[in-house]
C-alpha cells in the first residue's frame, strides 16, 4: 500500500476527533486530576519537548537548591513543575545519591478570610500546607506497593527488619497526624467563611496498602500497621482538638520541625516545595509578601523551594532571586524565533516535535506527522 495523503484522512471522522484532542486540549490546569491518578502526567511524558534540557536542569537543581522559573502565561511553568516532581519522587526510594521528596503547591487552591494579618495568614497557609503533604506523601508512600521498593528501602536499613517496619509505620502514621492537623485548622477556618480543604477528601485503601507492604518485605508474621488504622486516626484527632493542642503544629517553627521529621524517618536527603501560580496571589500584595516571609522562615538545608512567577506581577519581597533562590530558568527566552538564525531553528524544530509527539500520542500512526500536515517548511513557518 503506498503513501497516503492529508485528502486520504480528511474525511475520516475519527481522525477529526483525534486531531481536536490532539490540539484543543492544551490546558495549564493539568495538576487538578494529578491527585487521583497520573493519566494526565503520562501524557505530559508522552507530549513534551524539553527545550534547553530545562526540565533535566530543574529536576537535577531540585535535589539541593532553590531558584525561580519566570515565564509570561503559557510558557509551560506548570507542566515543567509537575514532570521534575514526577522525575524526582519515582526515583525517591530508588535513587543511589539523592533521595528527595517533592511537594507541589498550587496556591491558586489556598484561601484567606478578608482580613488577616501575617500570624493569621501563618496559621492559614501551615493548614494548607498539612492538607497537600498528607495527600502527597500518601502518593510516596503507596510506592511501598512495588516489591522492588520494598527491597530497596530494606536495603537502606541494612536488612534490619525491625527498623524498617518501624520507620514506614511512623511515616504512614506521620501522614495520618498531618491530616488530621489539616482537618481539624481548617474547620476552625470554615468559622471565618473559608477553608482550603475539600471535606469529602479522605484516606482510602490505608488497609490495602498496609498489607501489600506486609506481603513484599516479610512482615505476615508481625503486628506491622496496627497503630495505623482509622481508629488511630480518631485518637490522633481527639488528641489534636484538646486545648486545641493543633495550634502547636501550626507555627513555622513547628513547620520546620515537622519536615525534618518525616526526612529522619524515610532516611531522606531533602524535601522541595514547587511552588505554583505566584501570580494569582498578586492581586493582593500583602499574601505574596506573607508568603515569602513564611517561606524564608522555614527555607534552610536541606529543605528548598522554587517558585513560578510571570514577570510584572508582583514580588519576591523577602526572597532574594540568588541569594535565598539560587537558580534562574526563564522560559520566555526559550523560543524567540527572530533572536538569530540558531534560535530560529530550536523553535522550528521545537514546535515541529511539538505536532509530531502529540500527533504520535493521540493517533497513534507513525505516518500522520509535520511532513504530512504541510507541503512544505515555508508553509509550516507561516
Known sequence: MGKHLLKDYIEDQNFVHQMDLAFTDLRADYELSLDVDNKKIDEL???HVDVKNQLSNLSTYSLSSSGV??????TGKTHLMLLARHNINKNCFTGNNHRVFCVYLNVKRFSLPENFNQELFNRAFSVFLYNELSKQLLSLVEQFKSKNVCL????VF???LKKTKTSIEKAIKKLIEFREIAKIGDSQFRSLSTGTMDETTEFHGLDELIATIKTNIGFSDTDFGSECNYRVAKEIGERLTQNNTYLQYLSMSSIHEELISILKILHLTG???YVDEWEKISYNPNIQKFLSFYIDRILDDPIYFWISVVPYRGGLF??????????FISLDENLIYENSSRDRDICINYFKEFVNKRLLYYLNNSEISVDLLFNNNHNFES
Open 271 to 273: 524535601i522541595t516545595f
Open 45 to 47: 511524558i508522552a507530549t
Open 69 to 74: 522559573i519566570s515565564g509570561l502565561r503559557g
Open 152 to 155: 530497596k528501602f530494606l536495603s
Open 318 to 327: 523577602y526572597l532574594d532571586n540568588g541569594a535565598d533562590l539560587q537558580h
Open 158 to 160: 541494612n536488612g534490619d
